[in-house]
């Protein structure tokens, strides 16, 4: 009897330890932290503040469209098995808690914010703080990271206050003011920040299509103002683009939102800094900007 109960006595003690050995925060294994990232939003904010410190999952992959995802059982594994996750936000991504508690919000205590419009990081400001946000909660885990992180954040919040910048230097001089987008609603931080006005068809969350109404109303719109080029995006079919191009002579260009990602310029690395520049040089194009 005596035996029995040193080893049931030994049993729950090493449950205990396996219980508290499993509870216990997990530690960067090869000098790596293994972080799970929603969408390329918080990846490429990682990047750019962690660099080769952390190996990246990127949850949404390239090529699927942001607001329409959904997570299938590699998901909830691939984030189970990260030692951080980090979201953009719950208003985009709502699947982010459900999956795990631990997920980490990157858009939270922003100075911007526009109630309609939740792609929060078109914003330079907010693009900051949210890597700010992911820098603090990394080095408040993982203090010893401090001294590599910190460069890293402050090269991030220069190259935030540069693109600040051009945009507003370029798009003070545009000879047009207005974004025609044959795509969704998300670039309501560019238009607000620059002083333009978007006009967009598809509804912020992208669940809304246009009407043929509306469509036939954006086409006469083009038609009256004698608007040269149109806006689309990447992720979006293109035939709309093409068939109300086709209708008003217009010419077609890109704007990416950085929420979604192809699969092309995941495989080129392209960074948030990038994109934005790119978008840059597409309004400045489109909107006949001086600087473009
Ligand atoms: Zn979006």
């Keep these: 009897m005596k035996n029995y109960f040193i080893k049931t006595a030994v049993l729950f003690l090493c449950a205990a330890v396996f219980v508290s050995c499993s509870k216990e925060e997990p530690k960067p294994q090869d000098g790596k932290l293994n972080i799970a990232v929603s969408s390329y939003v918080p990846y490429t904010f990682a990047k750019s503040v962690l660099g080769d410190m952390a190996t990246l999952t990127l949850l949404i992959p390239p090529g699927v469209e942001a607001h329409a995802f959904e997570p299938s059982p590699k998901t909830i594994k691939d984030v189970k098995q990260a030692q951080i996750f980090f ?55 993982y203090p010893n990271l401090n001294d590599e992180i ?8 220069m190259e935030m ?71 689309s995006e990447e992720q979006l079919n293109p035939a709309l683009a093409k068939t109300i191009a086709k209708e ?34 597409n309004l400045a194009i489109g909107l006949e900007c001086k600087g473009e």
Excluded at 150 to 157: C, E
Excluded at 265 to 272: D, R
């Design 87 to 141: 979201y953009t936000s719950n208003h985009l991504e709502p699947w982010a808690l459900k999956i795990d508690k631990r997920g980490v919000m990157l858009a939270a205590n922003l100075p911007q914010v526009l109630p309609n419009d939740p792609h929060v990081w078109m914003n330079f400001d907010n693009a900051k703080i949210m890597a700010k946000n992911l820098a603090d909660y990394v080095v408040k885990k």
């Design 150 to 157: 910190k460069p890293r954040y402050s090269t991030f919040a």
């Design 161 to 231: 206050e540069s693109l600040k910048f051009l945009y507003s230097k370029i798009m003070s001089t545009c000879k047009n003011d207005t974004i025609y987008h044959v795509g969704h609603l998300a670039f309501g931080y560019i238009a607000r920040d620059y002083g333009l006005k978007f006009k967009a068809l598809f509804s912020a969350d992208m669940e809304q299509e246009p009407s043929a109404k509306e469509i036939a109303n954006l086409v006469k719109e083009i038609k009256e103002n004698d608007v040269k080029y149109i806006f």
């Design 248 to 281: 008003t002579g217009v010419k077609i260009l890109m704007l990416n939102t950085v929420e979604g990602i192809t699969k092309q310029e995941f495989t080129e690395g392209k960074t948030y800094q990038d994109l934005m520049l790119e978008n840059l040089k």
